[in-house]
Every structure is written in structure tokens, then in C-alpha cells.
T-cell receptor
């Protein structure tokens, strides 16, 4: 597609419920990132996919959070037993280039989607 | 882990005044990127700096990367109302395949 598409744009749920957030990256972009942004803060890294595999999931806050990208394109972020503290905007980004390596130049430039605003009541 | 700090957190200026935001990393960066987020929007890439001491310009915006590759700055000359938004710097930790973002500098402008 022309840009990174995220659905839903808004999700209101109750504490304890399960939530799925979807990201459709730019066609041909092999790298996909999930970030979380709270009000007044910068994006906080959650997980990074290169192709189908999660290359770095060090930002996932706990085991209630899980993400998949089974065919190397669309990704789903899954949150189990949601808590009020999970409320935030969840941003997905994709990038064309494979990471250039340690200390290398030309690091990936991220194209962000509009985000999914999650509110846990 | 790597920390990226930005100052100031907020800046309010009169239209036509200059604006500068500063970015400092706790570790040396291979490169640094700047993003702009309009109110209610998502971060949009502005520029990437790679070389020590590099200076790049985009119209009224001037970006610098420090000699030690641990700090950077964004300077806007003669601000316009279209410059309103939050400016983020971001850099990759050594050996990591992700960007760590600063907390941003929110710019508001009095027309």
C-alpha cells in the first residue's frame, strides 16, 4: 500500500480483556517495528521483525504482550489480560532496508502508521 | 541501556523567532535521526546524520551532529506556524536493530 496502515484506529476495552492490533506495512518493506507512545512521551520500542522472525523483542514489557508476522508482511500485536497501564497509542513502522549492521551507516528510516489508540477502562 | 535526552521539553515562541532543541545520548551513536510529530499525528522522518560534525540544512531547519557523535541539535530559523509540533531525535544503540527515541521537544508558536 501507499503507507503503513493500522487498525483499529481506536480501541476501548475493559480491564482483563484480550486485544489485537493490526499493522499492514508498506509493500516490499522487510523490516517492521512496534512502538508504544504515552501522552507527552517519545515512542518506546517494543519489538522488531526482519521478515517473519522477531529479531529483537527486548522492549515487550511482559509476557502479556506478543506479536506475530507469519508471512513477513502484516503483523499483529496481541495483548492479553489488558491493564489500565496498557493505555497508549501503539505505533507500527516499517522500513525498506535491512539493518546496515553494527556501527554502520544508512540506518533504517522508519515510516510510521497513524497508530492505534488503546484505552483500557 | 542507552538513554536519549532532549532539552527543552517545551518551547513556546513568537512567530518569526528562532528555535533550537538539543539531543544527548548516553552512548556514541552510529547515526542520528530526527522526526516531527504534528499534534494528533504520527512521527514523520525529517533527516538522518551519519558523520561526526555533520551539518545538514533543509530550508529554515539546520541539523548538527556532534564531533563525538553523542549529541545533536535542530535549529529552526524564523519559525512559522507550520513548524508547530514535537521534534524527536532517535538513534540506534550499538549492535541493536532499533531506534531509541528521546522524549521530544514540543514547540508551540504564538502567531
Amino acid at each position: 500500500g501507499a503507507g503503513v496502515s493500522q487498525t483499529p484506529s481506536n480501541k476501548v476495552t475493559e480491564k482483563g480483556k484480550y486485544v489485537e492490533l493490526r499493522c499492514d506495512p508498506i509493500s516490499g518493506h522487510t523490516a517492521l517495528y512496534w512502538y508504544r507512545q504515552s501522552l507527552g512521551q517519545g515512542p518506546e520500542f517494543l519489538i522488531y521483525f526482519q521478515g517473519t522472525g522477531a529479531a529483537d523483542d527486548s522492549g515487550l514489557p511482559n509476557d502479556r504482550f506478543f506479536a506475530v508476522r507469519p508471512e513477513g508482511s502484516v503483523s499483529t500485536l496481541k495483548i492479553q489480560r489488558t491493564e489500565r497501564g496498557d493505555s497508549a497509542v501503539y505505533l507500527c513502522a516499517s522500513s525498506l532496508k535491512r539493518w546496515s549492521g553494527q556501527g554502520g551507516t544508512g540506518a533504517n528510516v522508519l515510516t510510521f502508521g497513524a497508530g492505534s489508540r488503546l484505552t483500557v477502562l | 541501556g542507552q538513554q536519549v535526552m532532549q532539552i527543552p521539553q517545551y518551547q513556546h515562541v513568537q512567530e518569526g523567532e528562532d528555535f533550537t532543541t538539543y539531543c544527548n545520548s548516553s552512548t556514541t551513536l552510529s547515526n542520528i535521526q530526527w522526526y516531527k510529530q504534528r499534534p494528533g499525528g504520527h512521527p514523520v522522518f525529517l533527516i538522518q546524520l551519519v558523520k561526526s560534525g555533520e551539518v545538514k540544512k533543509q530550508k529554515r531547519l539546520t541539523f548538527q551532529f556532534g564531533e563525538a557523535k553523542k549529541n545533536s541539535s535542530l535549529h529552526i530559523t524564523a519559525t512559522q506556524t507550520t513548524d508547530v509540533g514535537t521534534y524527536f531525535c532517535a538513534g540506534p544503540p550499538a549492535g541493536a536493530q532499533k531506534l531509541v527515541f528521546g522524549q521530544g521537544t514540543r514547540l508551540t508558536i504564538n502567531p
